[in-house]
């Protein structure tokens, strides 16, 4: 299995624009994970999906982001119009079973200038 | 609800010597699991040991072992041997079937010194 693949690697984008981050889970995983990590606010749980369904969504931090989950193999975040703070690097994990642990994706490093 | 704490913000050790990470946590449930995430500087997340609270025996994986006290709700790293490799932020996580999800802390950097 080849893991949790994330595109872009790596993301530079002006303030403004719109950024659409893409996640492949692990076939097979039913749970998907957007989390952000930055140094000052460490990793944070934007939302995750059960089933492709939302389930929690309380930490995505404002009406900019916004997550899909349209098949059982793709996921997307997106911001919308992206913001300088909003750089970060953000990661996509999938789980057959919380209590299994996750796997990690290797993030996207998004830089908004 | 539940909370998990890593009171070292950072830590060195001596290359081919043992160093011990803390993690604490705080919970009401009687069942749930515990893990360490290893995240180098290439920024994979990587996992590195699990553990169920309902054994008692402490889990092991090659020269990563915890040290479980379920009552004091603690939950320790050792790696022995350390090697440069093993250079990275590590995070300590938990998991109960409350929130159903993983809950990290915020990690404790780790410096090997050659």
């Not at chain 2, 008692?56 to 022995?80: H, M, Y």
Request: charged share 20%; net charge neutral; aromatic share 12%.
């Amino acid at each position: 299995d080849a893991g949790v693949i994330q595109s872009p690697r790596h993301e530079v984008t002006e303030m403004g624009q719109e950024v659409t981050l893409r996640c492949k889970p692990i076939s097979g995983h039913n749970s998907l994970f957007w989390y952000r990590q930055t140094m000052m606010r460490g990793l944070e749980l934007l939302i995750y999906f059960n089933n492709n369904v939302p389930i929690d969504d309380s930490g995505m931090p404002e009406d900019r982001f916004s997550a899909k989950m349209p098949n059982a193999s793709f996921s997307t975040l997106k911001i919308q119009p992206s913001e300088p703070r909003d750089s970060a690097v953000y990661f996509c994990a999938s789980s057959p079973e919380g209590l299994l642990g996750y796997t990690f994706g290797s993030g996207t490093r998004l830089t908004v200038v | 609800a539940q909370t998990v704490t890593q009171s070292q913000p950072e830590m060195s050790v001596q290359e081919a010597e043992t160093v011990t990470l803390s993690c604490t946590y705080d919970t009401s449930e009687s069942d749930y699991y515990l893990f360490w995430y290893k995240q180098p500087p290439s920024r994979q997340m990587i996992l590195v040991i699990r553990q169920e609270a309902y054994k008692q025996q402490n889990a092991t994986e090659n020269r990563f072992s915890v040290n479980f006290q379920k009552a004091a709700k603690s939950f320790s790293l050792k790696i022995s041997d350390s090697q440069l490799g093993d250079a990275a932020m590590y995070f300590c996580a938990y998991y109960g079937n409350r929130d159903d999800k993983i809950i990290f802390g915020k990690g404790t950097r780790l410096h090997i010194l050659p």
